[in-house]
């Protein structure tokens, strides 16, 4: 059975990512842990007094989010889908990457999915930064599902990668598990500066990936161009790729699709969902 931690901030935007999350696994056996973080102010180590306070603050908020939590389990109740999924809720009043981490290794979360504000939003909206810090700094696959996105099964599916890193088999294990199971096509996509040859230790990187990819549907595309991001969305757009899948370690790679100008301030130029992969 599949556990996938799915944080809250009951926006509308977070509302979108669980619901493309139910739909993406509705043929699968899953617990869904349904998320809500209290971020506990800066000024919580402050003196006796203000802890007393603080006491009673966190217990009033815990009770309204346990309350929300409630209401949320009603809005999903009335999803039409099948019996395979079960729903855990948590409230917490902690510090949000902390509790992440925690969560993941107590509950052996296989996935994360979260929801990101448009490139239209706010840049530094709670559940964007959150969602930025989240990938950079929780070993665990997550899935970022940008506020507009529409479900769609992913038919296609668009894996970026510069050969430079080796590949570690739980990473693509992953990405395998995600092709099979939506019976996806992968398409591998290099983006290289024009008259630049792969090297060595690239091309060796490229055939271990050939080969290790052999069971599933895969291609291989060489894109030339300067900028990177406009590249990766100029492939996705004409192809109609419906999910785009990375590997964090690549993370200077990786940050100049997801992030401008930094990695707290995400902010995404495509509806297309985004498959973070960790080692």
């Known amino acids: ?33 349904l998320l809500h973080i209290n971020p506990i102010p800066t000024y919580s180590g402050a003196g006796s007094s203000v802890k007393g306070s603080s006491k009673m603050i966190r217990e009033t ?17 009335n999803i039409p889908a099948g019996t395979k999924h079960s729903f855990v809720t948590i409230a917490l009043y902690d ?30 909206a709670t559940m964007g930064s959150n969602t930025g810090d989240v990938i950079t700094k929780v070993k665990c ?23 430079h890193l080796g590949y570690d088999l739980k990473v693509l294990n992953t990405l395998i598990e995600m092709v099979n199971m939506n019976n996806s096509v992968l398409r591998v996509v ?17 055939e271990f990936l050939n080969d290790y990819l052999k069971d599933i549907e895969h291609s291989f595309h060489s894109l030339t161009g300067t900028d990177l991001e406009a590249a990766v969305q100029c492939f996705t757009e004409s192809r109609d790729t419906d ?26 130029h495509t509806d297309i969902p985004f498959l973070v992969l960790h080692e």
């Not at 599949?2 to 999350?21: C, H, M, R």
């Not at 815990?62 to 389990?73: F, H, K, T, V």
């Not at 902390?98 to 530094?124: A, H, P």
């Open 1 to 33: 059975m599949k556990q996938i931690l799915v944080p809250t901030d009951f926006s509308e935007n977070a509302w979108n990512a669980i619901k493309y999350g139910l739909k993406l696994y509705e043929n699968i056996d899953c617990t869904f842990y």
């Open 61 to 77: 908020v815990l009770e309204e989010s346990r309350a929300s939590l409630d209401q949320l389990l009603l809005r999903i109740a």
């Open 95 to 124: 510090f949000f990457v902390d509790s992440i981490k925690r969560e993941v290794e107590v509950k052996n979360i296989d996935l994360i999915i979260m929801g990101t504000k448009g490139s239209s939003g706010l840049r530094k």
């Open 141 to 163: 696959p997550l899935l970022a599902v940008p506020e507009n996105t529409v479900f769609k099964r992913p038919e296609e599916i668009a894996f970026p990668t510069d050969y």
């Open 190 to 206: 290099h983006i290289s500066k024009r008259g630049e040859e792969l090297s060595q230790e690239q091309l060796k990187n490229k």
């Open 243 to 268: 999910m785009i899948a990375m590997v964090a370690k690549n993370l200077n790679f990786f940050q100049r699709i997801l992030f401008r100008p930094k990695v707290e301030q995400i902010s995404y």
